[in-house]
Nanobody, 119 residues
């Protein structure tokens, strides 16, 4: 069983920065990718950024140049550095982990962390 725990959300003024962290724990994890998604009220979750075990990354267009995803594979941890935050970045941010299990690929989600950008 995988546990996914996020931290680092909070409130910040426009133009400010936040750093989100997400740690996955469990027995014999084979993590293939970790990513951040966000969700607005009444909307589906959308991809923010994703990093693969190879180190390759992809980003949503709306965060390119502002957000940076990184990982520490030894700690099964992924980070999202968010700079130049805008009010429209206000959302619940979720961590997602893609794993290879005994029966194939599966994923696991964290509980979400609120990010509020407001003056």
């Amino acid at each position: 069983q995988v546990q996914v725990v996020e931290s680092g959300g909070g409130s910040v003024q426009p133009g400010g920065s936040l750093r989100l962290s997400c740690a996955a724990s469990g027995r014999s994890l084979s993590i293939k990718a970790m990513g951040w998604y966000r969700q607005f009220p009444g909307k589906q979750r959308e991809l923010v950024a994703r990093i693969f075990s190879t180190g390759s990354t992809n980003y949503a267009d709306f965060v390119k140049g502002r957000f940076t995803i990184s990982s520490d594979n030894a700690k099964n941890t992924v980070y999202l550095q968010m700079n130049s935050l805008k009010p429209e970045d206000t959302a619940v941010y979720y961590c997602n982990v893609d794993l290879l299990g005994k029966y194939g690929m599966y994923d696991s989600w964290g509980q979400g962390t609120q990010v509020t950008v407001s003056s």
